[in-house]
Each structure stands twice: as structure tokens, then as C-alpha cells.
């Protein structure tokens, strides 16, 4: 599977900006997805989770309330809708898919098997 992330930008506060992340190869629709980030000197940190049974949700509580999840299998696409942007939400953001495993949390990296190449956020005060 091959991922490509896109739509990141540079904005300012309070603004909002949608991520993509397209798909190819493989079956889109069974993989568990997930956005990460990392910033300048910091681990790579969950956002958000959809998974592949039903389309239920996760997010991080530093984005819940602001940042939505959601994919389109028919397009092969996972989407970020990142509203009310702060300043401490610059950084790289992966998409990643896992292969569906019932034991695994996909919270964390390591339970993912492929990234995207990141997309660059940067909200300015």
C-alpha cells in the first residue's frame, strides 16, 4: 500500500485546513487509518483513528472537539478536517493504515504497517 498525504499549509490562528491522504494498492477499506504528527524535537504523536469495522473514531484530546476523521473508500482517501488551528498544532502529519487486527489499539506507530511521506502544518499566532 502506498500512501500520499497532501493539503498542509501554512495558516493562522483560529483557521482551518483539511488534510488528504490517498491510497494505492491493496484493500482500502479493511485497514484500520490514522493520522500522526510530529514537530521539531518530538516524537511522532497519535491524532486520530478510524477503523475499518463501522468507521468509529479516536482522537487525541488535544484535537477532540476540533479535528474530524473520516474516509471515503470508494476514493481511497482518508481525510483530516483540522478546524480552529492553534499555533501548537504545527507540525509533519502522517497517514498511516494498519492491517486490522482485533488486539491492536492503533495508538501508537508500531501498530501501523504503512506511512504516507507527511504534509507540512504550520499555524502562525
Known amino acids: 500500500v502506498q500512501l500520499q498525504a497532501s493539503g498542509g499549509g501554512l495558516v493562522q490562528s483560529g483557521d482551518s485546513l483539511r488534510l488528504s491522504c490517498t491510497a494505492s494498492?491493496?484493500?482500502?477499506?479493511?485497514?484500520?487509518l490514522g493520522w500522526f504528527r510530529q514537530a521539531p524535537g518530538k516524537e511522532r504523536e497519535f491524532v486520530a483513528l478510524?477503523?475499518?469495522?463501522?468507521?468509529?473514531?479516536s482522537y487525541a484530546d488535544s484535537v477532540k472537539g476540533r479535528f474530524f476523521i473520516s474516509r471515503d473508500n470508494a476514493k481511497n482517501t482518508l481525510y483530516l478536517q483540522m478546524n480552529r488551528l492553534k499555533p501548537e498544532d504545527t507540525a509533519v502529519y502522517y497517514c498511516?493504515?494498519?492491517?486490522?487486527?482485533?488486539?491492536?489499539?492503533?495508538?501508537?506507530?508500531?501498530?501501523?504497517?504503512?506511512w504516507g511521506q507527511g504534509t507540512q502544518v504550520t499555524v502562525s499566532s
Open positions: 494498492g491493496g484493500t482500502f477499506s479493511t485497514y484500520a
Open positions: 498511516a493504515a494498519g492491517v486490522p487486527q482485533y488486539e491492536l489499539e492503533y495508538l501508537t506507530p508500531p501498530d501501523y504497517d504503512y
Open positions: 478510524i477503523r475499518w469495522s463501522g468507521g468509529s473514531t
